[in-house]
Nanobody, 115 residues
Framework: QVQLVESGGGLVQAGGSLRLSCAAS????????MGWYRQAPGKPRELVAV???????NYADSVKGRFTISRDLAKNTMYLQMNSLKPEDTAAYLC?????????WGQGTQVTVSS
């Protein structure tokens, strides 16, 4: 059972930046899919950014140009650099790992952006 631990969330003013990290308890490989999702109260979970199997990246339209997803396979860690944050980015951010045919989720880290 792979465990994912997110960190880096917090309270930031609009226009600020945060860097989220997701550390996996086992080795990750370029053949694994990894991504960040977010969920705000009363709203469905939505994809923020993903690194697909093979390494291509995709972003939600709402974060394109502001967020950057990356991963360090040597450190078994994925990152989400978030710049120019907006109040509507406020949500719990969850890390996802697709390894083989199994999906794993982290517990989430809260990001709150004040106006």
């Amino acid at each position: 059972q792979v465990q994912l631990v997110e960190s880096g969330g917090g309270l930031v003013q609009a226009g600020g930046s945060l860097r989220l990290s997701c550390a996996a308890s086992e080795s990750i490989f370029s053949s694994d899919a990894m991504g960040w999702y977010r969920q705000a109260p009363g709203k469905p979970r939505e994809l923020v950014a993903v690194v697909a199997r093979g390494g291509s990246t995709n972003y939600a339209d709402s974060v394109k140009g502001r967020f950057t997803i990356s991963r360090d396979l040597a450190k078994n860690t994925m990152y989400l650099q978030m710049n120019s944050l907006k109040p509507e980015d406020t949500a719990a951010y969850l890390c996802y790992l697709g390894k083989g045919w199994r999906d794993y989720w982290g517990q989430g880290t809260q990001v709150t952006v004040s106006s």
